[in-house]
C-alpha cells in the first residue's frame, strides 16, 4: 500500500528523513526500510548509559539523505516522487491534501518542504507539476483556478506573509459555521505558473521571523502555512 493510500484510510502518514553528516544534527544513524536506529554519541560526559542505548523508532517511510552519493541516498527528487506526486492525484480527485513537517530546530524542516539554494524542496516542485497537470488535463469542459496564500504564525500571532501592503498586524482566527475556522483578512492570490508561486514564497520568506539558534544560524522562528487552494469547475457555455 503506497503512502498516500495509506494516509487516505488512515487520514494520515508519517515518513521521516535522515539529514547529512555535518549538518546541525550529527549523530549515528542508520535508517533502512521503515525503521531508523539512533546511536547517541558516546563521548558526552554525564549522561546516564541508560540513555547511551541505540533507539529504534518506526515510521511509514525513511529517507535516508545522510551520505550523498550512497546508492539508498534519497535525493529532493525522490522525497518529491514518494510523497508529492499522489497528492496532487488526490487533490485533483477532490480531496484536502496536507504536508506537515514536525521537528527540532535545524532538523530539515525547511530544507525538505522549500528546498536549499540549488536544490528545489516539496513545494516548488508540487507547485509546478500541479501546473503541468492542469495544462495537460484534456478535459475541455473544465477550467482550473489556483490561488494561494501564506502565513506565518509567531508567539500565538498570526501574519499574513502575503500581505500586499507589507503590514505585520496581526490577523483574526475566526470560526465559519459551515467551513470551520479560517483567518479573516489573509490575503489570497491568484498565480498561473510555477514560478508565479516560487516568486510569492520568496517574497513571503523576506517577512518570516528569523533568528539563529544554536543549532541553527538561520532558524525559522515561527510555524508557516503556505496554502494552494485548486478549483475546478465546469466550463460555462459562454466561456
Ligand atoms: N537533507 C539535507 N541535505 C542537505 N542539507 C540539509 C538537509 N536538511 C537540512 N539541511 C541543512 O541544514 C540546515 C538546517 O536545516 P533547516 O533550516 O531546513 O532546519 P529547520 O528544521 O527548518 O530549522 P528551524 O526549525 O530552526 O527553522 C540548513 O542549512 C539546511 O540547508
Do not use: W
Request: proline content about 5%; overall charge neutral.
Amino acid at each position: 500500500m503506497s503512502l498516500v493510500h495509506r494516509a487516505l484510510a488512515s487520514r494520515r502518514a508519517a515518513p521521516t528523513r535522515v539529514m547529512p553528516p555535518g549538518s546541525a544534527l550529527t549523530a549515528a544513524l542508520t535508517s533502512q526500510a521503515a525503521h531508523i536506529a539512533f546511536q547517541p554519541p558516546t563521548q558526552t560526559g554525564g549522561i546516564r548509559s541508560s540513555r547511551r542505548s541505540q533507539k529504534t523508532f518506526a515510521f511509514d517511510h525513511c529517507f535516508d539523505s545522510s551520505e550523498p552519493g550512497s546508492a539508498r541516498f534519497a535525493s529532493q527528487e525522490i522525497v518529491f516522487s514518494s510523497l508529492g506526486k499522489d497528492i496532487l492525484d488526490n487533490a485533483f480527485e477532490g480531496y484536502n491534501a496536507c504536508i506537515f513537517a514536525y521537528g527540532q530546530t535545524g532538523s530539515g524542516k525547511s530544507y525538505t518542504m522549500m528546498g536549499g539554494h540549488d536544490s528545489r524542496g516539496l513545494i516548488p516542485r508540487l507547485c509546478d507539476t500541479l501546473f503541468d497537470r492542469v495544462a495537460d488535463r484534456s478535459d475541455p469542459g473544465l477550467t482550473h483556478k489556483v490561488e494561494v496564500s501564506y502565513m506565518e504564525i509567531y508567539n500565538e500571532k498570526v501574519h499574513d506573509l502575503l500581505d500586499p501592503r507589507g503590514g505585520k498586524q496581526s490577523l483574526k482566527v475566526r470560526e465559519h459555521n459551515l467551513l470551520g475556522p479560517y483567518v479573516d483578512g489573509l490575503s489570497v492570490l491568484a498565480v498561473s505558473s510555477g514560478q508565479d508561486i516560487e516568486r510569492l514564497i520568496v517574497e513571503g520568506n523576506k517577512s518570516r521571523t528569523v533568528a539563529a539558534t544554536n543549532m541553527n544560524s538561520e532558524s525559522s522562528r515561527s510555524h508557516a502555512v503556505f496554502t494552494v487552494i485548486v478549483t475546478q469547475a465546469p466550463q460555462r457555455s459562454s466561456d
